[in-house]
């Protein structure tokens, strides 16, 4: 149970495994391999029974990550998980906008991350081309009224000062009107020097 995960809504999370990126600060490095064997895997009609014992008292349930839209078997998830009366939150770095474009009809909320102004994300991602799909996936949402909450994760030496005015100005371009900072928290980050 959160009540930090989903803004205004008591809800429990589901963690998905897998994300194509390799975010030098990432915090769930044991998320990122697409099948894995790591402690806490539960199977989704064990999820399910989690759930169906919840009705009435939790709001919502959100689908995260690693990056849930890795996974194939998410939009029957969300499906099956929204007839059941929860609302349905989705965090997500943007990493496939055209997934996005298919879910957001069945979403109620969206806590999106954007790292960085496009140009600037393979430094962080360690992938060419990841700025485009996160900003792609950013006009989609903003376009499509769902609510949202756009996050930036801020680490000095990774995002300068100026580099972050311009891109709470691109942001503001782009229509948008909810954006968080959020400190960087190096104990578990993937690449370990910036704990240093
Ligand atoms: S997009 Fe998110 S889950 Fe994927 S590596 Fe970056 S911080 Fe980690």
């Not at 998830?77 to 939150?89: C, E, H, L, R, T």
């Not at 806590?111 to 996936?137: M, P």
Request: aromatic fraction near 6%; proline fraction near 5%; glycine fraction near 8%.
């Amino acid at each position: 149970m959160t009540t930090i995960d989903y803004p205004g809504e008591l809800a429990a999370v589901i963690f998905c495994q897998g994300c194509p990126w390799r975010c030098c600060y990432c915090h769930n490095g044991h998320l990122l391999p697409r099948m894995s064997s790591e402690p806490g895997l539960i199977e989704w009609d064990e999820i399910i029974a989690f759930l169906e014992r919840r009705q009435g008292l939790l709001d919502a349930v959100v689908f995260s990550g690693g990056e849930p839209t890795l996974q194939s078997a998410l939009k029957p998830a969300i499906q099956q998980v929204k007839a059941m009366g929860f609302k349905i939150g989705l965090h997500s770095a943007g990493v496939y906008p055209e997934r996005l474009a298919e879910l957001l009809p069945l979403l109620d909320w969206v806590g999106l991350d954007i790292k960085a102004l496009a140009e600037d994300y393979a430094a962080l991602t360690g992938v060419s081309g990841s700025g485009e799909k996160a900003w792609e996936s950013l006009r989609l949402l903003v376009a499509s009224g769902v609510a949202y909450e756009v996050r930036t994760t801020v680490h000095t030496e990774l995002l300068s000062p100026q580099n972050l005015k311009k891109l709470q100005h691109q942001l503001q371009q782009t229509g948008v009107a909810h954006h968080q900072l959020q400190q960087c928290d190096t104990r578990h980050a993937l690449d370990q020097r910036l704990s240093a």
